[in-house]
């Protein structure tokens, strides 16, 4: 049986890693042919030299000298946003791992679906902004998007064998994040390296703070209702703090299903590589009798404003979640970099939403136009 050729957008990130760790254990499987960067140029040599792909991308051009003298000569090497769309345009590959944070991920992955290629998608942000472009064209190019978010995973799992027209609600499950237990006037005053400190999580910046305010839950939310067909009223959140129960569906009958194991990346990643045939591995094992309590709490919207507006985008459609994704990406660089406090991230967002017109999405110009006009709003 040949290998399966996999391009990994966003590989010196966690995902990527985590990525690279299942493809290290099943090397009999899966093959790397396409390895791309942002600006760690040390720890993708590294990868580079041990996975031997065809093409090798840096989105820093200016970092790309650091490169060249240290590739094969039938490695190809591209930089920018241009050599992104090359090498997802020309690359002869069976998966794109899409994990490139943010808007920047958009393009690429798209560049993948018209391939009708499958899609491993750790980008959320591509379903934020154009579910509703993205799901017409999976299916006019019968490109398979498979989940890579443990959440979404785990929904994808629960639907497997069921139809999903009998779904009454599907349930995204949040670990409530540093800050589940502050109270809003704390959240005042919290610090980069206090969002950072997830309990449960090793992930990005980007991501982690995002997991501080609920935004991250927020953009799950939008991105289920595009990759499952659902409308926001059959979208619930609730806070499960041991971050054992990654997601549930219910269905009309009142049957609950849900998908359990410890928190550990590596295992959604894998099922989206290898679905639907499960492959053994020993990166974790989950022991039920060692699991103490499994707790509920439905999330304080007041307290975590940034979920309720992601609530109030997806009821409002159009460009509203563009605007909203845009705005959060400024709002939390400013936070990173110490420019803005925590509790002004919502209201970054908030302006945001109450100055930029919302439109309907007509084309994949529309999502770009949008997501420029959100940036020149705070002259980024």
């Not at 920018?80 to 808007?103: H, M």
């Not at 041991?242 to 609950?256: A, K, N, P």
Request: glycine share 6%.
């Amino acid at each position: 049986m040949s290998k399966k050729k996999v391009f990994i957008l966003g590989s010196t990130g966690s995902i990527g890693v985590s990525t690279l760790d299942v493809i290290r254990l099943h090397k009999e499987t899966f093959e790397v042919v396409g390895l791309t960067a942002n600006k760690n140029v040390e720890l993708l040599l590294k990868q580079v030299e041990e996975f031997n792909p065809k093409y090798v991308i840096l989105r820093d051009r200016n970092l790309v000298n650091k490169l060249e003298n240290n590739l094969r000569k039938e490695t190809i090497l591209l930089s920018g946003k241009e050599g992104l769309l090359t090498g997802t345009r020309e690359a002869e590959y069976d998966i794109l791992l899409s994990a490139l944070v943010g808007f920047a991920g958009l393009q690429p992955t798209i560049e993948g679906i018209k391939r009708g290629k499958r899609i491993a998608l750790a980008n959320k942000e591509t379903l934020v902004v154009a579910g509703e472009i993205i799901t017409q064209l999976a299916k006019e190019f019968n490109s398979e998007i498979v989940p890579v978010d443990s959440e979404h995973s785990a929904i994808f799992q629960c639907f497997v064998g069921e139809d999903e027209k009998e779904a009454e609600k599907i349930i995204l499950t949040a670990s409530g994040g540093p800050f589940f237990k502050k109270s809003k006037e704390e959240l005042k005053n919290v610090t980069v390296a206090e969002a950072l400190n997830h309990p449960n999580w090793d992930m990005g910046s980007k991501v982690t703070i995002d997991s501080a305010t609920m935004m991250n839950k927020g953009l799950e939310m939008i991105e289920a209702r595009w990759l499952f067909d659902m409308p926001p009223a059959k979208i619930d959140v609730t806070i499960h703090p041991q971050s054992i129960i990654h997601s549930m569906v219910q269905f009309v009958d009142g049957s609950i299903k849900a998908q359990l194991s410890s928190p550990d990346m590596r295992l959604p990643i894998q099922y989206a590589l290898t679905y639907p045939e499960r492959l053994p591995n020993s990166f974790t094992s989950t022991k039920l009798t060692e699991i103490e309590e499994f707790s509920f709490f439905k999330p304080d919207l007041e307290k975590f404003e940034c979920l309720q507006l992601a609530f109030d985008v997806m009821e409002m459609g159009g460009t509203a979640p563009c605007i909203l994704n845009a705005a959060n990406e400024i709002a939390v660089e400013r936070f990173l970099k110490n420019e803005i406090s925590f509790s002004a991230i919502p209201e970054l967002i908030k302006e945001a939403l109450n100055n930029i017109e919302v439109k309907p999405i007509e084309n994949i110009e529309t999502i770009i136009e949008c997501d420029s006009l959100t940036r020149a709003y705070f002259k980024v």
